[in-house]
């Protein structure tokens, strides 16, 4: 790994380094920046909710930070009254790197997309990890409950404007890339692992794997 020269040094007097400095840079927020931030679900924002099959979920701990993402068929993050939601936990790598940092800080952030609309929207609550019986039977899909379901007490939730999205055409066709284009996860996995994982094979077996441990 090479080291990035262009690095400001501890001492730069051109780094930001206090409240004070920061908002003479950037200046309060006024308007819609602040009327859309609710301590609750509005009706919108649910159906935003609703609506989304994807969520990126920040979570905090003493190992650190991890920012993991979650999808499923629209509706899969159920808005159980407007100061909770819950989201089944579906299987994964077993890292539980987000489930770990809930268990010791309970602060959990949000973050909803829905292909094609530019806006996104953003919960900021504390979660809570739930095995009840019930409730993983009422998320069950093809048969299988999740191992798990978040729920969430919002702290606070808004929507955030499109700039990002338009700036970066994530929704545009125009703007998408060929998968080949980048290597392969079997190609990354085997490099990163020095030949411990047998790229090919990885490859070769990924798109069957993902299929059968979708649920």
């Not at 919002?154 to 284009?181: F, G, M």
Request: hydrophobic share 40%; with cysteine.
């Amino acid at each position: 790994m090479t080291t990035d020269r262009s690095t400001p040094a501890a001492g730069d007097a051109h780094l930001i380094r206090d409240l004070d400095a920061l908002l003479a840079l950037y200046g309060q927020p006024v308007g819609p920046a602040v009327a859309k931030e609710l301590p609750y679900i509005h009706p919108h924002y649910q159906r935003f909710i609703e609506a989304a099959p994807f969520v990126a979920i920040g979570t905090c701990g003493p190992d650190g930070l991890d920012n993991s993402p979650r999808g499923d068929a629209p509706g899969f993050v159920r808005v159980a009254d407007e100061h909770t939601v819950m989201l089944p936990d579906r299987r994964g790598n077993n890292r539980v790197d987000s489930l770990r940092n809930l268990v010791a800080d309970p602060r959990i952030a949000l973050l909803f997309l829905i292909p094609g609309v530019g806006e996104t929207l953003r919960i900021n609550g504390r979660a809570v990890i739930s095995v009840d019986p019930a409730l993983l039977e009422s998320f069950s899909v093809d048969g299988k409950p999740p191992r798990s379901v978040l729920i969430v007490t919002v702290d606070t939730v808004y929507y955030q404007c499109s700039k990002a999205l338009v700036r970066s055409k994530l929704w545009d066709p125009a703007a998408r890339i060929e998968r080949s284009a980048l290597p392969s996860t079997g190609t990354m996995i085997g490099d990163i692992s020095r030949g411990t994982i047998d790229a090919v094979a990885y490859d070769r077996e990924l798109p069957a794997r993902i299929q059968a441990q979708l649920y």
